[in-house]
């Protein structure tokens, strides 16, 4: 029996619809009926070309849900659990993670490891059905499987999606806590999911940045207090607009999830004196930008802290979070429409254009 899998058979090609046969499973793997696969803004630059190093032909989906398929042999969860046929899972997209380097012995750095690979992004259609955008994903041997918390729907853990975790770690490096004024540079999944989490964190305020303004209207939703339109303002209406929230001073910190270069200037500014600036959202190289390291940086005694990726932790944590508070917050909402696998470039078009928040596809309806 044969599976059906998305594939961009080259950078700036449309994907196509291929036929996998059914792989065999070697001792320890496991296949995975995929429920829902995500469609990732990092999936607009897959189809552009714009990883380096990313082998192509290649089937997308680095974040997916499922139910598990089959397993040659004992299959165990990340914790050493045995998992069967049946169970509802997701797993860390990040595999061959070596906790064998100078980065992930010294530095403890383990989203820096130069042996880990990507589901969905750094394996190729090539090495196997190692992508989500296909009826079923080969799990290899020591995947980091994990299953659903109670209470928590596939539907509502692709709701979070890559989104929860990327923005947990963004939080978590910000140290977002109660009381704290945030402000959230971008309105795209990652801004959406950082402003949620900053508002469970017990920030006294949060300012979300961004447009068109569907995404603003999600933002209030998922617990701003207010939001900005990058499209009806100029960089200084904004540095004024929240200056006048945060009493002069700027936020306490302030989490970038923009994608566009520029952003980085504004958020130094946006930043109280020894605030905190984390930088999530520039996972692309969209080129360099100018800046004043004598006024944002030094004079201002400004942390700037950065991320890469995610690890196990912050998938594991931000899902627990997303079940402990599942109706605190309409977290679905972020969800504009499921797709077939068969409209799969639909649904890339959608999210480059920004038209929806964010698309799911259902390789199995
Ligand atoms: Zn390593
Ligand atoms: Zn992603």
Known sequence: ???????????????????????????GAALMRVEYSEVCGTDVHLLHGQLPGAPYPLI????NVGVLDAVNGPVADAFGDP????????????????????????????????????YGITYGADEGLLGGWSEKVYLK??????????????????????????????????QVGLGDHVVVQGSGPVGLMACALSRLSGAQQVIVIGAPQLRLDIARKLGADHVLSIEETTTQERLEAVRGL?????????????????????????TRDAGVY????????????????????????????????????????????????????????????????????????????????????????
């Open 278 to 365: 984390v930088v999530v959202g520039q996972y692309t190289d969209a080129g360099p930008v100018e800046l004043n390291p004598h006024h944002d940086l030094n004079r201002k005694h400004l942390d700037v802290r950065a991320t890469w990726g995610i690890d196990f932790s912050h998938m594991y944590k931000s899902l627990h979070t997303l079940a402990r508070f599942r109706d605190a917050l309409p977290w679905a909402e972020v969800i504009s429409r499921f797709f077939a696998l068969e409209e799969a470039n639909e649904a890339l078009v959608g999210v480059e254009s920004g038209r929806v928040v964010k698309a799911v596809l259902c390789p199995n309806r």
């Open 246 to 270: 945060t009493g002069g001073r700027g936020a306490d910190v302030t989490i970038e999830a923009t994608g566009n270069p520029n952003a980085i200037p504004e958020g130094m500014q946006l």
């Open 141 to 174: 041997p020591g995947v980091k499987i994990m299953r659903l918390p109670d209470g928590l729907s596939p539907e509502l853990a692709i709701a979070g999606g890559c989104a929860l975790p990327t923005a947990f770690h963004g939080v978590q490096r910000g």
């Open 1 to 27: 029996m044969s599976i059906r899998a998305a594939v961009i058979p080259t950078p700036d090609q449309p994907v196509e619809i291929r036929q996998f046969p059914e792989p065999g499973l070697e001792p």
């Open 83 to 118: 998992v069967s046929p049946g169970d509802l899972v997701t797993f860390l997209d990040v595999h061959e993670t070596c906790n064998n380097c100078w980065f992930c012995l010294v530095a403890k750095a383990t989203t820096r490891c130069p042996h880990r690979r990507v």
């Open 60 to 63: 997308p989906g680095h974040i």
